[in-house]
């Protein structure tokens, strides 16, 4: 069996990697000239750690900018594209539909062929999918991965639950056989509709974002009560309830990054399409806003002797180069625009961030931020 992935980005060539390492025979696709030839070359640049190392060592991935090319050779086809989010905070599945369309317009024989949708779309959507391709004797599959940017492969190794939407067939027989041979554990595998595990996906994350959220109103409360050397041991408290449950629940930067913020505001805005009038999300992100302006206040209010604040790092997660809705960045700006002079230390993000920022080693004194 041959597995194709179609979108060969962050998380696209770390699971064609670990397909390949499992003893699979992949072909992968980008749009990306340059990027494809870094991948045939290995000699591509990237923050994942063990990526390089993996592609040096790979024997039977092969990398195109044909999607045909993928289509043609593999009998099931991951599509890892993005999908942006929308004004409505719907997601934008424009690329997952001209994927669709590459396949109506294969002249290969696509009966017993798969697709299976590893990017975040909105409920309902790979229904639609289907009906598109089910007259070409295709099913479609439902599976997104839950990872971190900084650790994909390790997040794909070790994942808590592999969520699979589809039907009960041979395919979903060999979904499961190709994760007891990528992960390091056995896989706790939830399996039901493609629409309530697109559902399941969001869900799982506003949930996420909401615990966050929590955590640091909790913060809050006691840093304002005068008992701010105790959030973690409290936090600790809390979450060794097993009905709360400890991951995820540390006082810190409000939630960003490519996934959490998009997926609440997804969430919310199928809820409202379905005539729910669902706050949960519009206030777990208000709330949000709200703790970046308190964290300013809170610094400020410390840094008696006005001195130039300096972070290790200004990415969404240490170790990346990723700034997408980054609560860390958006406080530098923030101290930036109050006058103060700010040094970072990680200079990976230079080239995208403010250029008040320092990435110099400070020979002055520094109030150090680090939550």
């Known amino acids: 069996m041959k597995i194709g992935v179609i979108g060969a980005g962050r998380l696209g060539i770390c699971f064609a990697l670990l397909c390949e390492q499992a003893g699979y025979e992949v072909v992968v696709s980008d749009c990306r000239e340059d990027y494809v030839k870094g991948l045939q070359n290995n000699t591509i640049q990237t923050n994942e750690p063990e990526v390089q190392r993996m592609l040096l060592e790979s024997t039977n991935l092969t990398a195109t900018t044909s999607n045909q090319e993928v289509i043609e050779a593999c009998d099931i086809i991951y599509t890892l594209v993005a999908t942006p989010s929308l004004p409505d905070g719907s997601y934008d599945v424009s690329s997952v539909w001209q994927v669709v369309d590459d396949f109506k317009k294969s002249t290969s024989k696509l ?60 395919v979903y027989a060999d979904l499961c056989e190709l994760y007891h041979k990528i992960q390091e554990t056995e896989p706790k595998i939830s399996f039901m509709s493609t629409t309530s595990a697109e559902m399941v996906k969001l869900a799982v994350n506003c949930f996420l974002t909401t615990k966050i959220s929590y955590a640091n109103m909790v913060g809050e409360v006691m840093t304002l009560a005068g008992l701010g050397d105790e959030i973690d041991l409290a936090l600790q408290a809390i979450g060794a309830d097993t009905r709360v449950g400890g991951k995820y629940l540390k006082y810190g930067y409000g939630y960003g990054g490519p996934c959490l913020p998009r997926d609440n505001r ?15 999300g519009a206030t777990t992100d208000n709330f949000n806003d709200e703790h970046a302006r308190f964290l300013v206040n809170y610094f400020v209010s410390k840094n008696v002797e006005k001195l130039p604040f300096g972070f290790q790092s200004v990415a969404y997660k240490r170790g990346t180069d990723i700034l997408t809705e980054s609560q860390q960045y958006r406080l530098c700006k923030d101290l930036l625009d109050l006058g103060y002079k700010v040094y970072v230390m990680e200079d990976q993000i230079k080239s995208q961030v403010d250029e008040r920022i320092s990435f110099e080693t400070p020979e002055e004194a520094v109030y150090w931020i680090d939550l």
């Open 266 to 280: 997804a969430f919310a805005a199928y809820a409202e399409k379905l005539g729910l009038q669902y706050n949960l």
């Open 111 to 170: 009966n017993g062929k798969s697709l299976v949708v590893g990017c975040t779309t909105n409920p309902g959507d790979c229904n639609r999918f289907a009906e598109q391709l089910e007259f070409f004797g295709m099913e479609v599959f439902y599976n997104p991965e839950f990872i971190a940017q900084g650790s994909i492969v390790r997040d794909l190794r070790r994942a808590d639950m592999v969520l699979i939407g589809g039907n009960n067939s041979l």
